[in-house]
């Protein structure tokens, strides 16, 4: 029996150090956002999970890298898309992350892309913040409206909506949606280069809440002289609203595709409501920058 429980415990440690080694500088610890009142309840800090969840939902959430047009019927794309992001290092502080971040965050997208139909087009990928565990899985879905008139100066107009799931985020409940719309136009050098630049707009939309979190995990709740619980739970307070103009340019040369896009994320400015009081979104302007290297079939 000892040698058992001696055995177990050792891979629990060995689990837990695992844990931590793992861990990277962007991976969150959202307890730290609470405190214990002078009454001895546990409260959250919501301007605060606001605030990082609007840029977090900001980084992770998926970008267009393309332009208007679509693929076709028989068309098909592959891309690995490096992101340069910013945030405001004051959102992310106080121990909120289990590293340091500073005020750039590198992320990386891989994106499948399927013509369906002459101006139908969809696709699916995922996103991943680097050091860190955290990724998203995300689709989207594309109509032009109007394409396929490269002879004349008239650009290709298209309406596209995307989402995404936030996973290996510990504690942190995310969803996105985004609409955008997009203007596009084709110009070809030689017989096997053509030239794409491309601008939009886009309205993401951020649904974060979290677990169960504990303010004081390392002390047993049951010992409160208090007698009251230290567990408090970060509410949903309603959508986060960030504009995301966009704008870009992509190359294909043969089957070789390389896109560069530049988004200009302003601050949040959509408060929540919760219990009647309002919630702040204090996130900072964000800029992405991303070069794309892909095939395009």
Not at 45 to 52: C, E, G, V
Not at 53 to 77: N, T, Y
Not at 93 to 104: K, L
Not at 219 to 230: A, C, H, Q, V
């Amino acid at each position: 029996m000892p040698r058992r429980f001696l055995f177990s415990f050792a891979l629990a440690a060995l689990g837990l150090h695992s844990s931590e080694a793992w861990a990277g500088a962007y991976d969150l610890r959202l307890n730290q956002l609470g405190n214990v009142d002078s009454g001895g309840a546990a409260t959250g800090n919501n301007d605060a999970f606001r605030s990082l969840a609007s840029e977090l939902g900001v980084l992770m959430a998926p970008k267009p890298v393309d332009p208007a047009d679509s693929l076709g019927l028989s068309g098909f794309a592959f891309s690995a898309d490096l992101s340069v992001n910013t945030i405001k290092p004051g959102n992310w502080g106080n121990g909120v992350t289990r590293g340091t971040p500073n005020s750039v965050a590198p992320t990386l997208q891989v994106m499948g892309r399927k013509g369906l139909w002459p101006g139908i087009e969809i696709g699916a990928g995922a996103t991943h913040l680097f050091n860190s565990r955290m990724w998203t899985i995300s689709g989207y879905g594309k109509v032009a409206l109007h394409e396929g008139f490269h002879h004349l100066p008239i650009p290709s107009i298209a309406l596209r909506g995307m989402f995404s799931r936030l996973v290996g985020a510990e504690d942190m409940n995310m969803t996105t949606g985004s609409a955008d719309v997009s203007i596009s136009h084709v110009f070809g050098l030689g017989k096997t280069v053509n030239v794409t630049p491309y601008l939009g707009y886009q309205a993401l939309f951020i649904i974060a809440r979290s677990g169960v979190l504990d303010v004081t995990p390392t002390t047993d709740e049951y010992l409160n002289p208090s007698g009251k619980l230290s567990e408090f739970v970060f509410k949903d307070a309603g959508a986060i609203l960030r504009h995301r103009p966009f704008l870009g340019l992509r190359f294909i040369f043969s089957v070789i595709r390389i896109t560069a896009e530049a988004m200009i994320v302003p601050g949040g400015n959509r408060n929540g409501k919760l219990n009647g009081m309002s919630v702040a979104d204090n996130s900072g302007l964000q800029q992405q920058y991303t070069l794309s290297l892909g095939l395009d079939f």
